[in-house]
């Protein structure tokens, strides 16, 4: 059971993310034209906008959170006057909330996706199992809100936070910090860092393009002269 710890949560993160980032470059080297989120709006519009943004919304403001409130390190928070308590406390409201927001968002679009002929046959087995992937994950996230209820102290919180700390900077012992930790933690650890892997054989490789949009920001104009 200890190596398998190790491996699940000193080993593991690091393929996981050498699957998403390896696999993202090869597929957009060898298969570009499959680098979209296939849209199914011109098939049914119904559901699609409420579903969609609250979803993405959702998502997106978990997704940040989980990045600051796992790399940011207990001392900095505490210099800026937050305690570990309120910290997490902040950390509970925030995710029930936008928790809460992904879930409706991502049921509206299962329901879609499932009961609607038309977007059934389009949809592949991977569009259909990736949604329901990350409604597991997301679950176990809200679940695992009601487990940090019992224990207000951040503790638990302190020691995610170690242990993600030490996978991004490829320090040694970082699964010794989560050994005691409730199950539920670790299972949502665990689907989260399969759903890196699972990224790139997914329609979530366009999240990539969203960030790549960014650039037209700087990019310089494009001179357009007529033929004299």
Same mark, same amino acid.
Request: with cysteine; hydrophobic share 50%; proline share 2%.
């Given at each position: 059971?200890?190596?398998?710890?190790?491996?699940?949560?000193?080993?593991?993160?690091?393929?996981?993310?050498?699957?998403?980032?390896?696999?993202?470059?090869?597929?957009?080297?060898?298969?570009?034209?499959?680098?979209?989120?296939?849209?199914?709006?011109?098939?049914?519009?119904?559901?699609?906008?409420?579903?969609?943004?609250?979803?993405?919304?959702?998502?997106?403001?978990? =997704?940040?959170?989980?990045?600051?409130?796992?790399?940011?390190?207990?001392?900095?928070?505490?210099?800026?006057?937050?305690?570990?308590?309120?910290?997490?406390?902040?950390?509970?409201?925030?995710?029930?909330?936008?928790?809460?927001?992904?879930?409706?968002?991502?049921?509206?679009?299962?329901?879609?996706?499932?009961?609607?002929?038309?977007?059934?046959?389009?949809?592949?087995?991977?569009?259909? =199992?990736?949604?329901?992937?990350?409604?597991?994950?997301?679950?176990?996230?809200?679940?695992?809100?009601?487990?940090?209820?019992?224990?207000?102290?951040?503790?638990?919180?302190?020691?995610?936070?170690?242990?993600?700390?030490?996978?991004?900077?490829?320090?040694?012992?970082?699964?010794? =910090?989560?050994?005691?930790?409730?199950?539920?933690?670790?299972?949502?650890?665990?689907?989260?860092?399969?759903?890196?892997?699972? =990224?790139?054989?997914?329609?979530?490789?366009?999240?990539?393009?969203?960030?790549?949009?960014?650039?037209?920001?700087?990019?310089?104009?494009?001179?357009?002269?007529?033929?004299?």
């Amino acid at each position: 059971m200890s190596y398998l710890h190790n491996f699940a949560f000193g080993i593991y993160p690091y393929l996981a993310l050498a699957v998403f980032l390896l696999g993202s470059l090869i597929r957009f080297d060898r298969e570009q034209y499959t680098w979209k989120s296939d849209s199914s709006q011109l098939l049914r519009r119904g559901q699609l906008r409420l579903g969609s943004n609250l979803f993405h919304i959702g998502i997106l403001a978990l =997704f940040a959170g989980h990045f600051v409130g796992l790399l940011t390190p207990k001392e900095l928070y505490h210099a800026l006057g937050l305690s570990t308590e309120a910290k997490q406390m902040v950390a509970i409201v925030a995710g029930g909330v936008f928790g809460g927001m992904c879930l409706v968002g991502l049921l509206l679009l299962v329901h879609r996706r499932l009961t609607e002929p038309r977007i059934r046959v389009t949809s592949t087995r991977m569009d259909i =199992f990736i949604l329901l992937w990350i409604l597991a994950t997301l679950l176990l996230g809200l679940a695992s809100i009601v487990v940090s209820l019992g224990h207000r102290d951040g503790g638990v919180m302190v020691l995610l936070g170690q242990w993600a700390q030490h996978i991004v900077t490829f320090r040694a012992g970082a699964a010794d =910090f989560i050994a005691d930790v409730h199950w539920i933690y670790k299972l949502h650890l665990m689907l989260g860092m399969t759903l890196f892997v699972l =990224f790139p054989f997914s329609r979530l490789v366009h999240i990539w393009s969203g960030f790549g949009a960014v650039s037209y920001l700087t990019r310089a104009y494009q001179i357009v002269r007529t033929r004299g």
